[in-house]
């Protein structure tokens, strides 16, 4: 169980278009899911915390307007990236959180590695 | 804000040596979790910790939750090959309302065979 897919898995767009990248929770309903990114080498970054059918909450220094986030249903989150440019080449990781309260774990769909030329 | 670190960035071992990752919080912690990734995947949850001095035994790997709700560790007995890969602790902040997680910096371990 608690199966996250993220789909595309790789995509290579040139700059200046839009990506969107779609992450769904199989076998769970989740009310939140969170938008990562992680460079080579790095950890993990949190852009921004989606709820469902709500705004999504950015994290300090990720621009809004250019990373759009919808929450549309229990089990689809979408990150688009507006006006792509080589800087936003990077590996975007979602997670859908399980559980009740403050103790769900997370559980993180396969990643999408974009790369922007 | 909430700040988790995390110790040693790189530890390379021998197969059937031990392995220990240790990981602190700024900030007292409500739980904190436990991933890995392998070279080229995506985080993958191992462990959730929640009581102050828990330990936790997944086969060879060892979990610990300080005391204090502010520490925690995994421990590897006898390395294998299939270990290898990167360890991620995440905290989530006790004082926190979004059930965001802070992760640290992860401990990439290679395992020499």
């Known amino acids: 169980g608690a199966v996250v897919s993220q789909h595309p898995s790789w995509v290579i767009c040139k700059s200046g278009t839009s990506v969107k990248i779609e992450c769904r929770s199989l076998?769970?309903?989740?009310?939140?899911m969170f938008w990562y990114r992680q460079f080579p080498k790095q950890s993990l970054m949190l852009m921004a915390t989606?709820?469902?059918?709500?705004?999504?909450?950015?994290e300090q220094g990720v621009e809004k307007d250019k990373f759009l986030i919808n929450h549309a249903s229990l089990t689809l989150s979408t990150l688009t990236v507006t006006s792509a440019h080589p800087e936003d080449s990077s590996f975007y990781i979602c997670s859908a959180r399980s559980g009740s309260g403050g103790r769900g774990e997370q559980y993180f769909g396969p990643g999408t590695r974009l790369t922007v030329t | 804000g909430q700040q988790v670190m995390q110790i040693p960035q790189y530890q390379h071992v021998q197969e059937g040596e031990d392995f220990t990752t240790y990981c602190n919080s700024s900030t007292t912690l409500s739980n904190i979790q436990w991933y890995k990734q392998r070279p080229g995947g995506h985080p993958v949850f191992l462990i959730q910790?929640?009581?102050?001095?828990e330990v936790k035994k997944q086969k060879r790997l060892t979990f610990q939750f300080g005391e204090a709700k502010k520490n925690s560790s995994l421990h590897i007995t006898a390395t294998q090959t299939t270990d290898v890969g990167t360890y991620f602790c995440?905290?989530?902040?006790?004082?926190?309302?979004?059930?965001?997680?802070?992760f640290g910096k992860g401990t990439l371990l290679t395992v020499n065979p």
């Open positions: 076998d769970f309903q989740a009310t939140t």
């Open positions: 989606s709820n469902e059918g709500s705004k999504a909450t950015y």
């Open positions: 910790l929640v009581k102050s001095g």
């Open positions: 995440a905290g989530r902040d006790s004082g926190g309302s979004n059930y965001k997680l802070t």
